[in-house]
């Protein structure tokens, strides 16, 4: 199995599982979903990256959309998940401070 290297977090990024701030307020695995979708990745990806199931994945997806912290587009039959600026800003404010 090869993931995307869209997929993966960027250096010095906290994993899509980390156990930050955003933890308590949204929910462990919704908060990693978010993480998840800073770079981008589809739906298949994000739940293997957070080793969850495909629903709940899409289950968490809709709240995240709906909360306008993600967007989806469909490229080729594939729905594509990135964190909107305030999903961003929601992350960037969990990220420490630049030394």
């Known amino acids: 199995h090869h993931t995307p290297d869209w997929c993966l977090p960027a250096r010095g990024v906290r994993p899509a ?26 739906t298949l990806e994000a739940a293997r990256l957070l080793d969850v199931t495909h629903p709940a994945v899409s289950q968490h997806l809709n709240v995240l959309r709906a909360a306008g912290l993600v967007t989806t587009v469909r490229r080729a039959g594939r729905s594509f998940h990135v964190a909107t600026a305030e999903g961003r800003a929601l992350l960037a404010a969990e990220d420490p401070p630049a030394v």
């Open 17 to 42: 599982t980390g156990s930050g701030p955003l933890g308590p307020l949204l929910g462990h695995t919704r908060a990693g979903v978010l993480r998840a979708t800073r770079t981008g990745c589809s």
